[in-house]
């Protein structure tokens, strides 16, 4: 049974990490930066996962683990390719916008890629010969705009963090191993399943079958959420230059209460 005090730090944690996306929204409203793809991007970004943030909360809450760990698995994704997005190196021809908003068109190409791959393994219906005319006309376009695919995952891992080596082997690391960690939740494999049911034998023949209604906890969710929602609004603030501090010291004094005991 959960205690008060894990019930407190809970709703503390909650609310702070929520009010995060809270303020980072109302500063992009009331800034009222010109109309743009990439600031509309970034809005986009930023709602998308503060939606799945709540949702990894909503779901930790209700302990239903595997359903949270598949949501920490897309806001794993969704930080890492901001980030790599944001890394852009110095460009003459184009402003730092510019390069950002071209990296995140690599996030489509690499998708509708896959939305390609997927099409041409289904059954051929008149509906999917449509679609797959249009996710090649799609890519098509892209790749005429000079537009590649995301590079491999080992590239973006490595682009993570700051200017600091340590910091960034670290943010590395643990996002390495969370990616690997939860994608298993949104990739349903024998890994899991077996976790939920398998056979229980006696003197080698099967006797029944032992369930449960969900996987464990790892202890680490509430912090990895914290944690994820920390970078996504530090990232996006930084580059409109908007100071994170406050932010950060909340996060470093949420951080002791949420490492696993």
Known sequence: MESKEDHDIFSIAANTIMRWYEQTHTTMTVARKLPSPLNSEFMGILLAAKKQTEGALTT????????????????????????????????????????????????????????KALLENLPRTTEIESAIGKVTSDIAKLRSQGIKKLPNAEQLFRDLGGKEPDKVKECTEAYAKSYRLYSRAVHLNRNVTQKLAWIQYENGEPKKVLYKDDIGPDGYELLMIASISCDINRAIRGFYDWHSDAMENEYKQLRPGLIKK
């Not at 683990?65 to 920490?72: E, K, Q, R």
């Not at 390719?81 to 996030?107: I, M």
């Open 60 to 115: 930790l809450a209700n302990k239903s683990i595997l359903s949270t760990h598949a949501l920490l698995r897309i806001l794993v994704e969704t930080f890492v390719v901001l980030a790599w997005a944001l890394r852009v190196p110095e460009s003459e021809e184009n402003t730092k916008s510019d390069e950002v908003y071209k990296r995140l068109r690599r996030w489509d190409l690499t998708r509708l890629s896959k939305d």
